[in-house]
């Protein structure tokens, strides 16, 4: 059964049975709210999740979106929108203590996009960080 936390681990979930999808969202929404160029979800039924220990503060980020993060460390880990995601908990990816086991089966989004991204797989890539000069 996936479990996960907040960085601080402070609050700590588990989730049943099979994600509904995985994806990555590159909506301005998620990238504000994370500080991240893109937020990869996996959507599980939203009675499959069960929050272990803690308490999520939750914002209010837009008319129906809910995002609740650790009030001590900030980690983002759920989004809640009873209007386009009905009865889904969408847990930030990897906030699960083994993200690997859900791969992401589509980007979503994209016309939102930061317009670097698209070659971002492009980049070149260094185990830690390049040598220096
Ligand atoms: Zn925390
Ligand atoms: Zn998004």
Sequence with gaps: MPTGRCHC???RYTVE???VYSGLCHCIDCR??????????TAYPAAALKVLQGRP???FSSEHGRRHFCPDCGTVLFYFNDAA???LADI??????DPGLVAPQMQVQTAEQIDWMKDA???PAFERYPPRG
Excluded at 32 to 41: E, F, I
Excluded at 92 to 97: E, F, K, M, S, V
């Design 17 to 19: 049975g099979e994600p």
């Design 32 to 41: 504000r709210h994370a500080g991240a160029p893109m937020v990869g979800w």
């Design 57 to 59: 503060k939750v914002y």
């Design 92 to 97: 930030q990816t990897a906030t699960l203590d």
């Design 85 to 87: 995601l009905p009865a």
């Design 9 to 11: 681990g402070a609050i």
């Design 121 to 123: 797989h492009n980049l």
